[in-house]
């Protein structure tokens, strides 16, 4: 079963993005909203049992007057994803309507990560920032006035989707903790003293970020970085580089940030480094049977084995030595990747465990030209053991660091 997650995918549920959003919703939008959310998640969602403290008819009820409160459309989608979020899934979310988003979660050029429980700038995007002397390597102690872990806490962390802890500090701490207003700065105070007020208006410097990246470490040692699973023509992009990979005695690849996409083109780019047939991740989904109910049979669960895949014919293939590189930020069909690779006993893999999040979500639309999604496909390693909720753990643990070398020096210790 191939699958796609990506927010471009939704668009087709979405409609026509550039019609106008309301300022606000009527109330009976807003019940409508929240109640298909409760309804499509009751019925499809896969993960109940990994929140057992979760009521869900209660929790339903409790957020009727709380999403009836809301004074704006914006406000009101605020409150779907905080309900949202209680189903704690990274591929379970609410997304708020593209226009709002625009203006009111915009980030400045800026990355930060969370390293030994300190938040780190990590990369600085425009020369003007950097011309104000914020550096990489900078700690980041408090965001508008509040301690940076409170404003984490308590702005962002309500409002993110994640299945695990390591999920959760890449969503909240990476990816979303500097979002806000378009028209509002963001003063960051730095551990020095220092506090800086950047607007979130400047634009990002321009990166190359292809899919695939692969270069010569040295003579005996290539490198082939993937960053997603999806994108135009990407199998003819794999191909064009295949040539150059064959030629290098050892390879690392590297999926330590791959954001996910299409686990068919996975196993595409795996069947290149095999010899033999390998074994996808095993999965299942709910099976609703209403006779089976009126009987007094709860709801069934079709489990499926994983898909065997073929190698690619001899002279198209890959045997020599891999290391595999992960971390918190292998994402979804990136997962399944490494879940594939696992099977193949092809290699060792070295970082931290995976962000624990893949499956099939459905999507759907929501008033006010939002959109939502549910989980409903329980993804599994073919041994049986679970990783949506966990993790995929490397077979050798690389602790993270702000080196952003790290991992691959330690792939070619392994290596050399």
């Keep these: 079963m191939k699958k796609i997650i990506l927010l471009t995918a939704l668009i087709v549920i979405i409609g026509n993005i550039s019609a106008q959003v309301p300022d606000n ?53 605020k409150k779907l994803q905080e309900f949202c979020s209680l189903l704690n899934d990274g591929h379970t979310k609410v997304y708020v309507p593209w226009q709002l988003r625009e203006y009111r979660e915009v980030s400045p050029p800026i990355k930060t990560e969370l390293i030994d429980g300190k938040v780190i700038v990590s ?66 105070k730095t551990k020095s003293g220092k506090v800086y007020s950047i607007s979130r208006k400047l634009t990002n410097a321009k990166t190359n970020t292809p899919t695939f990246e692969f270069k010569e470490l040295n003579e005996e040692i290539g490198y082939l970085k993937i960053r997603r699973f999806w994108g135009d023509n990407l199998e003819a992009q794999f191909d064009s580089i295949f040539q150059n990979i064959q030629s290098m005695p050892k390879l690392i690849i590297d999926v330590s940030e791959n954001q996910g996409g299409s686990n068919g083109y996975a196993n595409y780019v795996l069947s290149h480094f095999v010899d033999k047939p390998f074994e996808t991740s095993r999965w299942k ?17 079709q489990d499926n084995e994983g898909e065997i895949v073929e190698p690619k ?32 006993e092809r290699g060792i893999v070295i970082g931290r465990p995976t962000a624990g999040t893949t499956g099939n979500p459905i999507g759907f639309q929501l008033p006010g030209k939002g959109a939502f999604q549910i989980c409903s496909k329980r993804d599994y390693l073919s041994t049986g053991e679970e990783f949506v909720g966990y993790g995929i753990k490397p077979q050798r643990i690389v602790e993270k660091k702000l080196d952003k070398n790290h991992l691959l020096n330690e792939a070619m210790k392994l290596l050399e």
């Design 285 to 301: 989904t709910l099976m609703y049977m209403p006779a089976w109910v009126s009987s007094g049979f709860s709801t069934q669960w």
């Design 123 to 188: 990369k600085i995007l425009n020369d003007t920032i950097k011309n104000e002397g914020l550096k990489a390597g900078i700690e980041i102690i408090a965001i508008d006035g509040i301690d940076v872990h409170e404003y984490a806490e308590k702005r962002v962390k309500p409002y993110a989707n994640y299945s695990t802890e390591q999920d959760m500090n890449v969503q909240v701490y990476e990816y979303h903790l500097l979002k806000g207003n378009i028209e509002e700065e963001v003063k960051l």
């Design 313 to 344: 014919e001899e002279g198209k293939r890959y045997t020599k030595p891999i290391v595999v590189l992960i971390s918190e930020k292998t994402y979804s069909a990136g997962e399944d990747f490494v879940s594939a690779f696992l099977n193949t």
């Design 25 to 77: 919703l009527s109330d009976e939008d807003k019940i409508y909203g929240l109640s298909k959310i409760w309804k499509e998640a009751d019925k499809n969602f896969v993960f109940f049992d990994q929140v057992p403290s979760l009521d869900w008819d209660k929790t339903y009820q409790e957020f009727i007057p709380k999403v009836l409160k809301t004074e704006s459309t914006y406000d009101y989608y």
